[in-house]
């Protein structure tokens, strides 16, 4: 299982706000989802997709697209790709190892 860490950046937009084109990707995002090719999650600053690579990057060749559907003339998209092989892991298994971690070494905040 690969994660795809993927920021879809639509170019020459009517003003500086992209909501609308992300929720359009978020939307198709979901329909991947209930077909039970892929997992994601929105952040603030990107969206992260795992599953299977092909399907991934079947996905953000979809996704880049979207824009362009919409008339847009540029579209720049920029993707990571975590693809382990020894182990298969999800993102909240990722996590919940860093939180393992954190819990053993106590609040990483209270030297600050």
Request: charged share 35%; net charge negative; glycine share 6%.
């Amino acid at each position: 299982m690969a994660i795809v860490d993927v920021v879809v950046i639509p170019v020459g937009t009517e003003g500086p706000s992209v909501s609308k084109y992300i929720a359009e990707i978020q939307t198709k995002l979901k329909e991947y989802k209930k077909a039970g090719k892929i997992d994601y999650q929105l952040t603030p600053m990107n969206t992260l997709i795992e599953g299977d690579l092909k399907d991934l990057l079947e996905v953000v060749q979809v996704i880049h697209e979207l824009p362009f559907n919409k008339g847009l003339d540029r579209v720049c998209t920029n993707i990571r790709i975590d693809d382990r092989r020894d182990k298969s892991r999800k993102m909240d298994e990722k996590l919940d190892s860093v939180q393992q971690h954190l819990d053993k070494s106590g609040d990483p905040n209270e030297n600050i």
